[in-house]
């Protein structure tokens, strides 16, 4: 191994040995002077520019590229993307959706065959961080250098322990040392092994870089968990405790709990048993991280704020409107609060603030990075100071319905008999089996058109179908247009919608406050764009503040009925409107049908009637996590459209999640 090689993992060892619990600051520093240190470039002619369109144009076709990856490129790096990959072609490996051996091909067409080496550093740095930002998009925030190791050897880096040293070294990788904690009652043998396991990383010092227990991080997500730990020490060392309203009932677990902890937590808690918190402390804001959250709140009499608003917003702390009143921050079906918003959202807690984090562990998580919620609810270390707060609200199953999702939660699936209730008549869950794609999507039709609204009365956007997917054949687009021809006929005057159609916002909408996963009907369609109307609570909004910390500006976040926000406007104009107009180009990029709804879409809402879908195309993919996000939506009624075979049940008995590996729980300790 290259001396200086052997030196860079030297000055790696110190590092994760002296800052077990932090980022390599000094790497940092010299990643941010890189950056900021660059050269300002002439102002470039229009001359300029074309020859450098036209130079990277053709590298790309000579690389084989598909059609608009230049717009994509010039996007990302700007005007002079042809010269910065010159100098380093595998940047474009930092533009969405491209992929080693696109960057690797690209790099022959810039440096020629000669030129590009699959050990020149320029590219193992760039491919360290592509797969890492590859295990985030996954949902992990931190990678196992052994993972790591291995994955750049399967990319021909010849020496991934180097280039892991040099990735670690120039501020691209983060390394931490994962804590091994250590049983005080533990016997002689299991010290004696990680005492061995120890000095064999004083013997060997590469052995560091491709250790399992060494994690590597993105800048971005190791200082976002450094932050989610620092904010969740300060809220469970200060608390002060707070009287509840004196008509509450104080001895409940939940209420005694919350007004003696700075930061607890409550599993098992639906939007019904969040009642008497909120009766004890009447002036707490309560949020929640989904739309589909947002209207079981709404349906059950409770205002509730976008944790994804609140999250976005710059202000200084979320204080109450009435001085006196008791600081709660009520966060329900927390398990659905992303790492990022979840941190930005802590943070702006003021002093003294108690918060309520309510959610279920078992279930689907966030779509995004990081397991705030099952990290917390895992800490249990005495130098931290123990477990924080935290109950579980438990509730005896009264039908087919609750007994299906109580068995799948605990890794089975029940016998048909007991769905059928104990006369054997009941209908509360049907399990209708089906062998292709094509009879998948005729049963559901059948369910949602005739079965469930001749049998329950059920009808209209009291039926919500579900799938573990958009794509494929018994994805939700499919499923969502077999179910417009169905049940809204028409050309798709605009964007493929018409007047009547179900929608769905598609992702954020920022301009008028939509985050993503409202629901609405389109009740005017015509070729220059759509009108939809809105389902209750969700609004376009267009002037919104929050209150502040005294000295702290107002700054805009969405209107609330709790008190501590308030809406502002300009003369008569509405400041909230549920009716909300989308031009024809906007409406194909924003929209989606909605009468079918993917998992992740569908998590924290609930309908009287449900149809689940699993098809075989979906079945690999399926987990304990997934099928209970499902089964658990219906209120009255759930349909099961089975197509997935034993491996169904495979994954409910053996597969509780997607594995996600963070760092949060090592942070907390430190």
């Not at 380093?88 to 690797?104: E, Q, S, Y």
């Not at 599993?267 to 309560?286: K, R, S, Y």
């Not at 769905?419 to 869950?429: N, R």
């Not at 028409?490 to 598609?506: E, T």
Request: aromatic residues 4%.
């Amino acid at each position: 191994m290259p001396d200086a090689v052997a030196g860079q993992e030297s000055a790696v060892q110190d590092s994760i040995a002296k800052q077990p619990g932090a980022p390599d600051i000094a790497a940092l520093a010299a990643a941010a002077s890189a950056r900021s240190d660059e050269e300002a470039r002439p102002e470039r002619t229009e001359q300029d520019q074309a020859v450098s369109d036209q130079q990277l144009a053709a590298w790309l076709s000579a690389a084989g590229a598909p059609p608009g990856m230049a717009d994509r490129i010039t996007a990302l790096l700007g005007p002079g993307a042809a010269e910065q990959l010159r100098e380093n072609p595998w940047l474009i490996l930092d533009v969405p959706g491209t992929v080693p051996a696109a960057a690797d091909a690209v790099a022959v067409s810039v440096l020629g065959p000669d030129g590009a080496q699959h050990d020149d550093q320029r590219r193992t740095r760039a491919l360290a961080g592509w797969l890492l930002r590859r295990a985030a998009h996954r949902g992990s925030t931190a990678l196992g250098a052994d993972l790591l190791a291995d994955e750049l050897k399967q990319l021909s880096v010849t020496d991934p322990a180097g280039a892991i040293a040099d990735a670690i070294e120039t501020g691209q990788v983060h390394a931490f040392a994962e804590p091994v904690a250590l049983d005080a009652d533990s016997g002689d043998e299991e010290n004696e092994d990680f005492e061995e396991l120890d000095d064999a990383d004083d013997d060997d010092p590469a052995a560091l870089l491709t250790s399992p227990r060494t994690m590597l991080c993105l800048e971005r997500w190791a200082f976002i968990e450094q932050a989610a730990a620092e904010v969740v020490q300060r809220l469970f060392a200060t608390p002060e405790p707070v009287e509840p309203d004196p008509a509450a009932d104080a001895d409940l677990p939940l209420v005694a709990m919350v007004a003696e902890g700075g930061l607890s937590l409550a599993t098992g808690v639906d939007a019904a048993a969040l009642g008497p918190v909120l009766t004890a402390f009447p002036h707490a804001l309560v949020t929640a991280p989904s739309a589909a959250s947002l209207r079981t709140l709404h349906e059950a009499g409770i205002a509730a704020v976008d944790s994804r608003a609140l999250a976005a917003a710059e202000y200084a702390a979320l204080v109450p409107a009435d001085e006196g009143a008791t600081p709660l921050l009520v966060v329900a079906d927390a398990h659905l609060l992303s790492l990022e918003a979840g941190t930005a959202l802590l943070e702006a807690s003021a002093e003294g603030t108690h918060v309520l984090l309510a959610g279920d562990p078992v279930s689907l998580g966030s779509n995004e990075p990081g397991a705030l919620f099952r990290d917390v609810l895992e800490i249990d270390e005495p130098e931290f100071g123990g477990k924080l707060p935290r109950t579980a609200v438990k509730r005896r199953p009264t039908g087919p319905l609750s007994a299906l999702a109580e068995a799948v939660r605990y890794g089975g699936l029940p016998p048909r008999e007991l769905l059928q209730g104990p006369d054997g008549q009941s209908k509360e869950v049907v399990i209708v089996t089906v062998k292709d794609p094509q009879e998948a999507i005729g049963r559901t039709l059948q369910l949602v058109v005739d079965s469930i609204p001749r049998t329950f009365q059920f009808t209209g956007p009291d039926v919500q179908v579900v799938a573990p997917r958009a794509d494929g054949p018994v994805g939700t687009l499919a499923l969502n247009a077999a179910l417009k021809s169905r049940l809204n006929p028409g050309p798709g005057r605009c964007a493929g919608f018409d007047s009547g159609d179900r929608v769905v916002v598609a992702g954020p909408v920022a301009e008028v406050g939509l985050y993503g996963g409202e629901t609405g009907v389109v009740i005017a369609a015509d070729a220059d764009g759509l009108t939809v109307h809105l389902d209750p609570p969700h609004a376009i909004r267009r002037s919104r503040t929050v209150s502040a910390e005294a000295g702290a500006p107002a700054e805009t976040v969405p209107e609330t009925e709790t008190g501590a926000v308030t809406e502002t406007g300009n003369g008569d104009e509405p400041k909230s409107e549920t009716e909300w107009r989308v031009d024809a180009a906007d409406a194909a990029r924003d929209l989606r049908h909605s009468w079918a709804l993917t998992a992740r879409e569908a998590q924290g809402g609930r309908w009287p009637a449900v149809v689940a879908v699993f098809d075989g195309g979906s079945a690999a993919g399926l987990t304990r996590a997934l099928v209970l996000g499902m089964v658990s939506l219906a209120t009255g009624h759930l349909s099961v459209v089975h197509g997935a075979g034993g491996m169904l049940a495979k994954a409910v008995e053996t597969i509780p999640d997607q594995p996600r590996r963070t760092r949060l729980r090592h942070a907390l300790r430190d």
